[in-house]
């Protein structure tokens, strides 16, 4: 089975560009996860989607930083305009939300680097 | 609110000794309790997990965690370490459908 797939795997883009990363969750799974990792951080969460809509976006740095989630197959982070610091490994995951505990499944990350 | 500390960024360990990566925990209510790896420029696959089960859970490539509610803690145990262990740890955890909480990882590296 195809597991979470992201796109670009890596990005250098200037100050200022608009950025988008891509996700395509699992199928089947009805949560959507957008992590951050930096060395600094760690792994933060920026946003959630259950069934496509937006759940928790507490985690989004500002208002920079955007996310949608059109369908239940696709899943956009966008940052405009990009600064330097948000530099990172962004991480899309996915879990299906039959029962609790399941588990979320990691992608294997969009490294961005902003010169 | 939830909450994971990881005793130690960075644990070094020979070849064939124990591996124990710490890992405590803060939870209002029953956690789950994961553990991940990461191996270099990829993406955090799963090595164990607890949900409410039995307290000793075993998982992939001979690792093993131990939760205890006493003391909040779900430490990482492995009896004979490999070079192939290598990575970065995470511990993390979550309740009912809610995302995870992770900690800020111990990187393992293992001495020939």
């Not at chain 1, 197959?73 to 530099?87: A, G, V, Y």
């Not at chain 1, 879990?95 to 969009?110: K, L, P, V």
């Not at chain 2, 124990?20 to 696959?45: D, H, I």
């Not at chain 2, 145990?77 to 192939?84: E, L």
Request: aromatic share 12%; proline share 5%.
């Amino acid at each position: 089975d195809a597991g979470v797939i992201q796109s670009p795997r890596h990005e250098v883009t200037e100050m200022g560009q608009e950025v988008t990363l891509r996700c395509k969750p699992i199928s089947g799974h009805n949560s959507l996860f957008w992590y951050r990792q930096t060395m600094m951080r760690g792994l933060e969460l920026l946003i959630y989607f259950n069934n496509n809509v937006p759940i928790d976006d507490s985690g989004m740095p500002e208002d920079r930083f955007s996310a949608k989630m059109p369908n239940a197959s696709f899943s956009t982070l966008k940052i405009q305009p990009s600064e330097p610091r948000d530099s990172a490994v962004y991480f899309c995951a996915s879990r299906q939300d039959s029962h609790s505990g399941n588990t979320i499944y990691f992608g294997e990350g969009s490294w961005l680097t902003v010169v | 609110a939830q909450s994971v500390t990881q005793l130690g960024s960075h644990v070094s360990v020979s070849e064939g000794a124990l591996v124990l990566l710490r890992c405590n925990y803060s939870s209002s209510v029953p956690p789950y309790l994961f553990w991940y790896v990461q191996y270099p420029n990829q993406g955090l696959q799963l090595l164990l997990k607890y949900t409410s089960a039995a307290t000793l859970v075993k998982g992939i490539n001979g690792f093993e965690a131990e939760f205890k509610k006493s003391e909040t803690s779900f430490h990482l145990t492995k009896p004979s370490a490999h070079m192939s262990d290598a990575a970065e740890y995470f511990c993390a955890v979550g309740a009912g459908n809610t995302p995870l909480v992770f900690g800020k990882g111990t990187r393992l590296s293992v001495i020939a």
